[in-house]
């Protein structure tokens, strides 16, 4: 006959064996999401702040080519970049719809933008544009390789807006850029500039010396 520590050792142990194959999948099997047959929610893209230079009013020519500069025959200085990706929901939904709107300094490091009136400047580039994403939830733009300007690395603003989803400011990055003491990334949560890091690669079949890269944001 079994003693009452015995019975309750081996219960234990039972118990256990049950457990283990939840213990060793990890916390996603917990999710209620999961559980009830659905996808486990995506990280959102981290936020990043607006910073001061979001235009105080948006150029005439706000298409997805920043190159160009309607009515003016020459194109921005720089490394021209094909600047692509989709948007999704948390939920791994394709966000069709979305405004996608891009800002940046020129190749000098100056924005169109009354509180950075230094010279020179490059007025043939465009400094801001908007894409909306296509049925795919794809968003295009032709721009500038960022360069970087007093006190900051280069980056790219970007804000999206989607009718069905909580709207996301942010910042890109260069992988491969020396990314020093930054105000931005120093006030941000450990790890963002991972998140918030895009590769670049020559742009296949575009002009010469052309850049493309691509980034998959997941808004809030
Ligand atoms: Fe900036």
Same mark, same amino acid.
């Given at each position: 006959?079994?003693s009452?520590?015995h019975?309750?050792?081996? @219960?234990?142990?039972r118990? #256990?064996r049950?457990?283990?194959p939840?213990?060793?999948?990890?916390p996603?099997m917990f999710?209620?999401?999961?559980?009830s047959?659905?996808?486990? #929610?995506?990280?959102?893209?981290?936020?990043?702040?607006?910073?001061?230079?979001y235009?105080?009013?948006?150029?005439a020519d706000r298409?997805a080519d #920043? %190159?160009?500069? =309607?009515g003016?025959p020459?194109?921005?200085l720089?490394?021209?970049? $094909?600047? @692509?990706g /989709?948007?999704? =929901?948390?939920?791994?939904r394709i966000?069709?719809?979305?405004?996608?709107?891009l800002?940046?300094c020129d190749n000098y490091?100056r $924005?169109h933008?009354a509180?950075?009136d230094g010279v020179?400047?490059?007025?043939?580039?465009?400094?801001?544009?908007v =894409?909306?994403?296509?049925a795919?939830? /794809? $968003?295009?733009?032709?721009t500038? /390789?960022p360069?970087? $300007?007093? *006190?900051?690395?280069?980056?790219?603003?970007?804000?999206?807006?989607?009718a069905? +989803?909580?709207?996301? %400011?942010t910042q890109?990055?260069?992988?491969?850029?020396?990314? *020093?003491?930054?105000?931005?990334?120093? +006030?941000s949560?450990?790890?963002?500039?991972?998140? #918030?890091?895009m590769a670049l690669?020559p742009?296949p079949? /575009?002009?010469? *010396?052309?850049?493309?890269? @691509?980034?998959?944001?997941v808004?809030?």
């Amino acid at each position: 006959m079994q003693s009452d520590a015995h019975a309750r050792f081996t @219960s234990r142990r039972r118990s #256990l064996r049950l457990l283990t194959p939840l213990l060793l999948a990890g916390p996603a099997m917990f999710s209620p999401r999961v559980a009830s047959g659905q996808q486990p #929610l995506l990280v959102p893209t981290p936020s990043q702040t607006e910073g001061p230079f979001y235009p105080k009013t948006l150029p005439a020519d706000r298409d997805a080519d #920043l %190159t160009q500069v =309607a009515g003016r025959p020459v194109k921005a200085l720089g490394t021209v970049l $094909y600047f @692509s990706g /989709r948007v999704l =929901a948390r939920d791994g939904r394709i966000l069709p719809g979305t405004i996608v709107e891009l800002w940046q300094c020129d190749n000098y490091g100056r $924005y169109h933008h009354a509180g950075d009136d230094g010279v020179p400047r490059d007025d043939n580039f465009q400094g801001y544009g908007v =894409a909306t994403t296509d049925a795919e939830g /794809r $968003y295009a733009f032709k721009t500038i /390789r960022p360069v970087p $300007y007093t *006190g900051r690395p280069p980056h790219m603003h970007i804000r999206l807006r989607h009718a069905n +989803a909580p709207p996301l %400011t942010t910042q890109l990055y260069i992988a491969g850029d020396v990314v *020093g003491a930054d105000g931005v990334l120093m +006030a941000s949560p450990r790890g963002t500039l991972a998140k #918030l890091t895009m590769a670049l690669a020559p742009a296949p079949g /575009r002009e010469a *010396g052309a850049l493309a890269g @691509s980034y998959e944001f997941v808004l809030p």
